[in-house]
């Protein structure tokens, strides 16, 4: 079955804040997120997502909801409080945590949720504002870093094992301070002596989503990660990156099929119920109108992604056949993941440049699914059927109880 892995932000974000929906679903107001928890629980979500970024976009704040108002190890906490059974997965910078402080927390999270504790690894692509500290790592060594992270992570997390926590009477030991074990870890980034001070409750350490858009992350989520976040905004993109994963994954030495592909997905949701405004255009922010397809579009498309080869063409001319490398493989690896839909779209014959150019800006960074819950239900799982992903990660959209009542069980066959 998909893995289905729910943004805590869906809910506020699905309902206009100008309106009183809107002003009741705020993102200031905790029990949002946990209806909104509870209600992916019921609907079959795995997991329960809160994102974080670091620093403030004034501009984005101005027009409403997503917005980070907690912090995610705490609403995590309060969620799993509240649930039963969908895991809760913050969020964690490694190049603003240390390794000890995160497994910790995790393991804190982990025991008050009685195993359910997921997390969503990043190395923090904006830059820390907001943060009051410094910590430059070359762009080079991000994965570098972000491995020996989750290395010392792991290790502090074996450090003490559940069966120390049984007590042996015999020996009149309520912990087995024995069966705790020193890390001893000297690396290039950290360093970290002693065990963890707060036992997990898990043996397993949790699933680790990380987000990637380049083959570079693929290698590092292929020795270290449960599942890859990616932008895919086609089908056959998403194909080529899964079976680019699993290939990646069988190179690290691990089973393909351990590391999945959990693509981001908007739905617009249509014509769902009587009196909704689910019928009102859908946000610009969620989806991208088709420009013209004249020579300003072709220039907008070059500044954006400089790395097709059109310098010089008009948006007359026909469409070049070595605009992309004939090669997927050779595509994501010398552009990275946003380029790989341009690779679909330049299979269709007959285009012009202007043509391929609206396509290609008409395209999110994201998969955006439109029409009836159950017309997206079954697009949604075409998308699983026919092996382009392992699941899905619901980003934003509109509609939040047709999304549960009625996408999710038609995606899940229900």
Known sequence: MPTL?????????????????????????????????????????????HADFSGVDRTHLRSGPPLSAFEPFQLAALVAAATSRIAVM????????HPFTFARNLASLDRISQG???????????????????RDV???????????????????????????????????????????IDVGHAGEFYEQAGPIDAPPYSERFPFVLQATSSLEGFRLAARTADAVFVGTPTLGAARQLRRILRAETRRAGRDPGSVTLLPGAFCRVTGSRPGTDTDAPAPRR???ARPRPDDS????????FPGLRL????????????????????????????????????????????????????????????????????????????????GFQ?????????????????????
């Open 297 to 304: 579009t072709v220039q907008r498309l070059l500044a954006q």
């Open 138 to 180: 070359p762009r080079g060594s991000r994965h570098g870093q972000t491995e020996e992270f989750v290395t010392v992570t792991r290790r502090l997390w074996e450090s003490w094992p559940p069966r120390a926590n049984v007590p042996d009477l015999a020996a009149g030991r309520y912990i087995r301070d024995d069966l705790i």
């Open 311 to 390: 310098q010089g063409a008009s948006a007359t001319d026909p469409l070049p056949a070595d605009v992309l490398a004939d090669d997927p493989d050779d595509v994501f690896a010398e552009l990275g993941s946003r380029y790989l839909p341009f690779w679909d779209l330049v299979q269709t014959p007959g285009q012009t440049v202007g043509e391929f150019a609206a396509d290609a800006l008409a395209l999110g960074e994201h998969a955006y699914f439109s029409g009836s819950p159950e017309q997206i239900g079954d697009e949604l799982r075409r998308w699983y059927d026919e092996e382009g992903v392992d």
């Open 116 to 134: 359910r504790a997921w997390v969503n690894v990043v190395s923090s692509f904006r830059s820390g504002t907001a943060i009051g500290m410094r």
């Open 5 to 49: 892995i729910l943004n805590s932000q869906y809910l506020p974000s699905s309902r206009d804040w100008r309106s009183d929906a809107g002003r009741a679903d705020t993102p200031f107001d905790v029990a949002t997120f946990i209806r909104e928890a509870q209600r992916a629980e019921a609907a079959g979500f795995d997991a329960f997502f």
């Open 286 to 288: 969620w989806h991208r």
């Open 90 to 97: 913050p969020t964690i910078s490694t190049l603003y945590t």
């Open 394 to 414: 619901f980003i934003l959209g509109d509609d939040f109880e047709a999304l549960c009542e009625r996408v999710v069980p038609r995606l899940l066959g229900r």
